[in-house]
């Protein structure tokens, strides 16, 4: 299988081996992740708990497991021992008042950041809640909050359930919200391969080739059921041919990276799908 070079696929998938449903031990994810030479590999994720057990190395995307107020302590261990720091990521959990939980968010690495903990280059990944249906007017007002600070937006795009799984309109509904912040954003889970398809498991799983394009689509200024269409179309041949004909490497200022615990299968569907250069 080619190794990838073209820039529009660089770092587009995070390795979290270590996440559901893969759930690899901690040191054969990083024996592995080392010896991996695929540019298409972004950061190692792993959570703030992990980081004692792990030497300095590769970039890590670090999950923070708490609130806000746990912001400071695995930015500032990070920083002390050396660590490639590349993403730190936090969720928003309380759902009664997320513009609020969202503004401690900011507090704290405002202040990890005063302090030297946290270098400003980190990219900071703010999770909000996967509300189906059109976004509430508190989940739109944190991302206000996320996009005034200039930190980033997270998107949950699948689970072990398929409640986890938002549906197209609702992740038509995100790009949108985040796209009118210019706020940049990643996807975690359920990403694993190219193509929408229905798992075997009877679940609807998205293409992160879909997601890519819609990306792109949206923000050039397609309507929201072209977008839906996109998020739905399960032609790997015609996803193929717009990766050819439409500037796909634009959206990755939009789209940075997913998280999936499997980095052979997408690598597999883009070699497959023939879009590798």
């Not at 309380?94 to 280059?121: F, I, K, S, Y």
């Not at 694993?192 to 992160?208: K, N, S």
């Not at 050039?220 to 996109?230: E, P, Q, S, Y």
């Not at 940075?256 to 799908?273: I, M």
Request: charged residues 25%; negative net charge.
């Amino acid at each position: 299988m080619p190794a990838t070079t073209e820039p529009l696929w660089r770092g587009l998938v995070d390795d979290a081996a270590i996440f559901p449903p893969g759930d690899a031990p901690l040191d054969a994810a990083l024996a592995a992740y080392r010896e991996r030479e695929e540019p298409l590999v972004g950061a190692f994720v792993l959570r703030d708990t992990d980081l004692p057990q792990v030497e300095p190395g590769p970039p890590l995307a670090v999950v923070v497991t708490g609130g806000a107020g746990q912001v400071g302590g695995p930015a500032g261990l990070a920083t002390r021992r050396g660590h490639a720091l590349a993403r730190l990521e936090i969720a928003l959990r309380d759902l009664d008042d997320l513009p609020g939980n969202a503004r401690r968010v900011v507090a704290a690495v405002d202040a990890a950041r005063a302090a030297g903990d946290l270098d400003d280059e980190v990219a900071v990944h703010v999770e909000l809640p996967a509300l189906p249906g059109e976004p509430t007017y508190g989940w739109l007002a944190a991302a206000d909050e996320v996009a005034s600070a200039e930190l980033l937006l997270k998107l949950r795009t699948g689970g072990l359930d398929a409640d986890a799984h938002p549906d197209s309109p609702t992740l038509a509904a995100w790009i949108d919200a985040a796209l009118d912040r210019e706020t940049a954003f990643k996807c975690t889970a359920g990403l694993h391969r190219a193509v929408r398809h229905t798992g075997d498991d009877g679940i609807e799983r998205h293409g992160f080739l879909n997601l890519l394009l819609a990306t792109r689509r949206a923000f050039d200024g397609a309507t929201r059921d072209d977008v839906v269409a996109t998020l739905e179309e399960r032609d790997g041949t015609a996803l193929a041919a717009a990766v050819a004909a439409e500037d796909l490497a634009g959206a990755r200022r939009w789209f940075r990276s997913f998280g999936s615990c499997s980095v052979s299968e997408p690598l597999a569907d883009l070699d497959a799908l023939g879009v590798l250069a």
